[in-house]
C-alpha cells in the first residue's frame, strides 16, 4: 500500500530562513509525488510534482524537491522564507492500484517569524 | 482561482440526518476526486469519478456515495451522519486521458465545512 510521512507536523523558521519540510513516501510501484500548499480557509494548491526525468523539481513561489529514490524522500524547500509563506503544506502519492487516488500526508505547518 | 466550485460553503446537520454536497469541476475536466479533510489532518481519499463512473474509492464505508452528471459536476451523498463525519470536503477536478492515469494535477474547491451535532 501506498503512504506518505511527513514529520513534523509544525515547523518555525524566521523570515529569510531556509525552509525544509520532510517528507517520505511507501510505494511498491514508481510513484508520482506531489507537493501541495493550503492557506487558511482556502482548498489545496499544487507547488510542484515529479513524474519522471529530472529529479530536482522546482516550483511555484520559489519552492523546489528532490526526488531521491534511494531514500524514498521527496523534501520541499525554499532558499528564503518569506511572511506570506505561512500556510498548511502537504506531500502526495500518486499511483495506479487498479483504480486512481492521490494520497496525502497529515500536513506540515509552516510559522514564519519576523 | 481554481475554477472548482462547491456548495453549501458550510453546513450543521444532526446526527442521523442524510446530506449532499455538491461540486462544480473546472471547465474541460472529466474527473472529480472528493477528500474528506478533518481538522489537522490531511485530506482523506473518499473516491473519484472519472466520466461518470466510480474509478477507486477510499476507506469509506457504504453510506458515503456519489455521483457525476454528464456535464461532470459531482455530487457527494453522506447517509446516517455520525459525529465523526465532521470535517472539511474537498472536491478536486482534473482532466486525465485514461482511468489508470496518475500524473495529473489536482484542482481543489475550498470545501464545504459540515459539522454534524
Known amino acids: 500500500a501506498q503512504s506518505v510521512t511527513q514529520l513534523g507536523s509544525h515547523v518555525s523558521v524566521s523570515e529569510g530562513a531556509l525552509v525544509l519540510l520532510r517528507c517520505n513516501y511507501s510505494?511498491?510501484?514508481?510513484?508520482?509525488l506531489f507537493w501541495y500548499v493550503q492557506y487558511p480557509n482556502q482548498g489545496l494548491q499544487l507547488l510542484l510534482k515529479?513524474?519522471?526525468?529530472?529529479?530536482l523539481v522546482k516550483g511555484i513561489n520559489g519552492f523546489e524537491a528532490e526526488f531521491k529514490k534511494s531514500e524514498t524522500s521527496f523534501h520541499l524547500t525554499k532558499p528564503s522564507a518569506h511572511m506570506s509563506d505561512a500556510a498548511e503544506y502537504f506531500c502526495?502519492?500518486?499511483?495506479?492500484?487498479?483504480?486512481?487516488?492521490?494520497?496525502f500526508g497529515a500536513g506540515t505547518r509552516l510559522f514564519v517569524k519576523a | 482561482e481554481t475554477g472548482v466550485t462547491q456548495s453549501p460553503t458550510h453546513l450543521i446537520k444532526t446526527r442521523g440526518q442524510q446530506v449532499t454536497l455538491r461540486c462544480s469541476s473546472q471547465?474541460?475536466?472529466?474527473?472529480v476526486s472528493w477528500y474528506q479533510q478533518a481538522l489537522g489532518q490531511g485530506p482523506q481519499f473518499i473516491f473519484q469519478?472519472?466520466?461518470?463512473?466510480?474509478?477507486g474509492r477510499g476507506n469509506f464505508p457504504p453510506r458515503f456515495s456519489g455521483l457525476q452528471f454528464p456535464n461532470y459536476s459531482s455530487e457527494l451523498n453522506v447517509n446516517a451522519l455520525e459525529l465523526d463525519d465532521s470535517a472539511l470536503y474537498l472536491c478536486?477536478?482534473?482532466?486525465?486521458?485514461?482511468?489508470?492515469?496518475?500524473?495529473?494535477?489536482?484542482?481543489f474547491g475550498s470545501g464545504t465545512q459540515l459539522s454534524v451535532l
Open positions: 478536486a477536478s482534473s482532466l486525465i486521458d485514461g482511468k489508470a492515469a496518475t500524473n495529473e494535477k489536482l484542482f
Open positions: 510505494s511498491s510501484v514508481p510513484p508520482y
Open positions: 515529479y513524474t519522471t526525468g529530472a529529479t
Open positions: 502526495a502519492v500518486s499511483v495506479d492500484t487498479g483504480g486512481f487516488k492521490t494520497i
Open positions: 471547465s474541460g475536466h472529466n474527473t
Open positions: 469519478y472519472y466520466r461518470e463512473e466510480e474509478n
